[in-house]
């Protein structure tokens, strides 16, 4: 199934995205059956003004959040168990206040935010969820002692203060945020970062066998910007340019690599760095480069 590969994506892409204004923590677990947080994020004392350039998502971060995102339509169970992990982590944070002779302050408690491709009206209703004054549609609230919020991303405004979160829709949502992301100033703190957690979607899900129209249409949509800017990264320094090419995409498929591996990558003649970035796809460990490199030099 591709879920599993759409969610690392999200919780990847999110953390990219807040890790310069606060902690984040993804996959943070919580007490009781074994339960897990796609994103817990603290801010930063000193919240930076720039975190405006993230629109609806650093409204979201202006304070401690819990951020849930799914692939698939959020089922009322699967909801319900996002406001379970919340209250835990509120009746944690009162046991470690009483243990230290504080007092909880409201500001400590996280706002959780339900991140849903689509959502039906009878579902939210379900809720007794409401629309606020000072807040795109889209948005639906909870009664206030629950501190929840459902973002129905199909109904968000196609606006750049929502691209950040529209990036997570489906279908022509998400195709359309990523011609929106294409179209950013080059300069732009996020569009690089972005674009290459984007790409490493598109491998990830290319070598599934059984794929989703939606996806299908994504990678189809990714296509010629995959390829216009690895043309584009070959003609900026060609060797250079698809060295730096390898190396994020390393970067992203097995974390980090030591100075003596990366003396390796540049090694390489243009036509073996052409095959390892083919051959990295199947990589899952630093050992899988090594061993290919080490092939290299048979």
Not at 158 to 164: G, V, Y
Not at 167 to 179: A, K, N
């Amino acid at each position: 199934m591709t879920r599993f590969i759409h969610d690392k994506f999200a919780k990847d892409y999110l953390e990219e995205l807040l890790k310069d204004y606060g902690e984040v923590k993804a996959s943070e677990k919580v007490s009781g059956e074994i339960k897990e947080i796609d994103v817990l994020f603290t801010p930063a004392k000193q919240q930076s003004s720039n975190i405006q350039i993230l629109g609806l998502l650093g409204r979201f971060a202006q304070q401690p959040a819990i951020i849930e995102p799914y692939r698939n339509p959020a089922s009322t169970d699967e909801i319900c168990d996002c406001i379970l992990k919340l209250l835990e982590i509120k009746a944690l944070l009162r046991r470690e206040a009483k243990a230290n002779k504080t007092k909880l302050q409201d500001s400590e408690i996280p706002k959780l935010w339900v991140l849903t491709p689509t959502i039906s009206e009878t579902r939210l209703s379900s809720f007794g969820t409401m629309q606020k004054a000072g807040w795109l549609s889209g948005v639906h609230f909870l009664p206030d002692a629950l501190r929840t919020a459902i973002i129905a991303i199909h109904q968000l405004p196609q606006t750049p203060e929502t691209l950040w979160l529209r990036l997570l829709g489906r279908g022509s949502v998400q195709s359309q945020t990523v011609i929106e992301l294409q179209a950013l100033p080059l300069d732009h703190p996020y569009q690089k970062a972005t674009l290459e957690l984007v790409y490493n979607l598109r491998e990830n899900l290319r070598v599934n066998q059984e794929l989703e129209a939606d996806d299908r249409e994504l990678i189809m949509r990714l296509e010629p910007l995959y390829q216009r800017d690895r043309e584009q990264a070959i003609q900026e320094g060609n060797k250079q340019g698809e060295q730096r090419l390898v190396l994020r995409l390393l970067n992203r498929r097995i974390g980090e690599i030591d100075a003596s591996l990366i003396r390796q990558i540049k090694g390489l003649s243009i036509e073996q760095l052409e095959n390892l970035g083919e051959a990295l796809l199947d990589f899952s460990s630093v050992a899988d480069l090594e061993t290919w490199l080490n092939q290299q030099s048979i």
